[in-house]
């Protein structure tokens, strides 16, 4: 087995020289930092980490806390957390994934065990009761999301409110009057998924004061329940133009909605989605979209995370709350209103 005095033979330097190296504990010039990472990418030195926790007091390991929930669709989470743990890995830390129900359980067990360096979360909610929890932690902590209140941690999230008025005055400037805007399911937003209603609230805003008729509904997270839902909704309002989705499995149900009722994009109804692009290309979906960007803020809350994590000084530091600008993603699913074929895109199969 290689061990650290492997590494600082081959470096040239020695045994402490290559440790401090390796851990940042100590000012080293950056030509002896680069012998030392060519070593160890030579002979294939991994630290042992029992060893390293005892003599840094660091495990090298993030916690990430997500849950699974049946009313969220899957693909759309595991999204955020590849952008947490592809860039822990870069930073050179492991996560402990964790997706406990009871949630502040969990935070409490791994925070009180010392078994992480720091935490990042997902799922927040308004009022979620893990943050006392992960305020009152000796480790510093993430947050993706916005939850009421981001005192004593960082919190990165997209601009939700900002995303449902670009929708709204997107529409608009193509000439659109009458909308439908399709949300998360509503237990989301029953137990504090504020997201769901940022967007909607400010799309709503903004449809008043355009002149814009804007039809609000939940959708479900699962097919075939929210192609069910489309459907509805669109013999609802047989006379909306545009179709605003702030629901990633509505989007990716779609498209089998537009087939059954013999419908296309946008000579019949203009859309927009709001997901990620590694969203639309893994469900092959062609409408134009606001990014929601889950690598970015994966990236951004564990970059910070690691700063305070390494940092000795960071205590004093104020807080972030920091907001993605959304970006309109345009795929050419959006044009002005125009005329259908049968004059109605409520038509259903026989």
């Known amino acids: 087995m290689v061990t650290i005095g492997d590494v600082a033979r081959a470096a040239g330097v020695s045994r402490s020289t290559a440790s401090y190296a390796l851990s940042g504990k100590r000012t080293i010039s950056m030509e002896v930092r680069e012998r030392v990472n060519d070593a160890v990418r030579e ?69 009180d065990s010392q078994m992480v360096d720091g935490v990042v979360l997902l799922n927040v909610a308004q009022d979620d009761v893990r943050l006392p929890i992960l305020r009152a932690a000796p480790q510093p902590g993430a947050l993706v999301g916005l939850p009421g209140d981001c005192s004593g941690l960082d919190v990165f999230d997209l601009d939700f409110e900002e995303a449902g008025r670009i929708m709204v005055n997107h529409m608009h400037r193509l000439g659109h009057r009458e909308l439908i805007l399709v949300s998360q399911p509503e237990h989301v937003v029953e137990r504090g998924g504020a997201y769901v209603w940022r967007l909607q609230d400010a799309a709503l805003q903004q449809a008043r004061v355009r002149g814009i008729r804007l039809h609000t509904a939940f959708g479900e997270s699962r097919q075939p329940a929210v192609g069910r839902t489309l459907h509805a909704l669109l013999d609802s309002h047989p006379s909306a133009t545009g179709l605003l989705l702030n629901n990633e499995a509505a989007a990716a149900a779609l498209p089998t909605v537009l087939h059954e009722r013999g419908l296309t994009v946008p000579a019949d109804l203009s859309v927009i989605g709001r997901y990620s692009d590694e969203f639309a290309r893994t469900f092959s979906l062609s409408f134009s979209s606001i990014e929601s960007a889950p690598d970015r803020l994966g990236r951004m809350a564990v970059r910070q995370l690691v700063r305070r994590i390494e940092s000795s000084d960071t205590a004093a530091e104020p807080y972030v709350v920091r907001f993605i600008s959304p970006e309109l993603v345009d795929r050419g699913s959006t044009a002005a209103p125009g005329s259908r074929r049968d004059g109605s895109h409520s038509r259903r199969p026989q």
């Open 43 to 111: 002979l294939g030195y991994t630290p042992n980490a029992g060893a390293r926790a005892l003599a840094t007091s660091q495990t090298m390991v993030i916690g990430l806390l997500a849950q699974f929930l049946e009313d969220e669709f899957a693909p759309a989470m595991l999204q955020y957390m590849l952008g947490v743990s592809d860039t822990a890995r870069e930073l050179g830390y492991d996560i402990l994934l964790v997706t406990e129900a009871d949630g502040a359980r969990a935070l409490r067990r791994i925070t």
